[in-house]
């Protein structure tokens, strides 16, 4: 059985969980509108001029989805978006080790130590096999 391993930088990350919470935001106004104005996803899709399937695939994921899209949306369902970019802490930009480092641990505050760190060896790279 094969398997893959995935890796995201955390810049995709943290793009990949933004767009999930707009559709999930879009899915909760839709739901919320079909329950009390009963707004359909085909009304919707009229109102915009494409197809329904178009709004489906893009509202569940199976298609991106333009900002110029989600406003649209935004609008037939009569709602306002709210956008904000806020500063996150920093964080280290490496957790990569050299083999063998020396680094201060300190277990409580009048007892510093020196520990040698080892650095975690990383899963194989199907990809490496493919290239190879």
């Given at each position: 059985?094969?398997?893959y391993q995935i890796s995201l930088t955390r810049h995709e990350r943290a793009a990949g969980r933004f767009i999930s919470s707009v559709r999930r935001a879009l899915?909760?106004?839709?739901?919320?509108?079909?329950?009390?104005?009963?707004?359909?996803?085909?009304?919707?899709?009229?109102e915009l001029g494409v197809n329904r399937s178009v709004i489906n695939r893009q509202i569940m994921g199976k298609e991106d989805i333009s900002l110029g899209r989600v406003g649209a949306i935004a609008s037939v369902l009569g709602r306002s978006i709210t956008f904000s970019l806020d500063l996150?802490?920093?964080?280290?930009?490496?957790?990569?080790?050299?083999?063998?480092?020396?680094i201060d641990v300190s277990l409580n505050a009048d007892e510093p130590r020196s520990d040698t760190v080892w650095p975690r060896i990383p899963r194989h790279d199907p990809r490496a096999m493919i290239a190879g």
């Open positions: 059985m094969q398997s899915q909760r106004a839709l739901a919320e509108e079909r329950t009390t104005r009963g707004v359909t996803q085909a009304a919707i899709a009229e996150v802490p920093q964080q280290p930009v490496s957790n990569t080790y050299t083999f063998g480092q020396k």
